[in-house]
Nanobody
Framework: QVQVVESGGGLVQAGGSLRLSCAAS????????MAWFRQAPGKEREFAAA????????DYADSVKGRFTISRDNAKNTVYLQMNSLKPEDTAVYSC?????????????????WGQGTQVTVSS
């Protein structure tokens, strides 16, 4: 079993920045992908960003590209999501997810392990 814990959410004004952290522990895999999804009020959960732990490659949703950066710390087994130039439409619960393998995936059902989520609120 893999435990996934997010942190770093909060309230920020439009144009500001936040950094989210996602720590994975427990059973480990040699190759896996960690991703951030988000769910805004009244909307479905959507893909935001992902990183392949083995290759280091990254991918982003068009809505966050150029503003968000996903990165990893191998020693801490932690993934970060640096969010800059935040907009009110970025307000959502951000959840971290893990899947085995190296291929980028973008659908909720393609991820095996999930954290509880952290709230990000951007005021106008």
């Amino acid at each position: 079993q893999v435990q996934v814990v997010e942190s770093g959410g909060g309230l920020v004004q439009a144009g500001g920045s936040l950094r989210l952290s996602c720590a994975a522990s427990g059973r480990t895999f040699s190759r896996y992908v960690m991703a951030w999804f988000r769910q805004a009020p009244g909307k479905e959960r959507e893909f935001a960003a992902a990183i392949s732990w083995y290759t280091g490659s990254t991918d982003y949703a068009d809505s966050v590209k150029g503003r968000f950066t996903i990165s990893r710390d191998n020693a801490k087994n932690t993934v970060y999501l640096q969010m800059n130039s935040l907009k009110p439409e970025d307000t959502a619960v951000y959840s971290c997810a893990v899947r085995q393998g190296t291929l980028m995936k973008y659908r909720i059902y393609e991820y095996d392990y999930w954290g509880q989520g952290t709230q990000v609120t951007v005021s106008s």
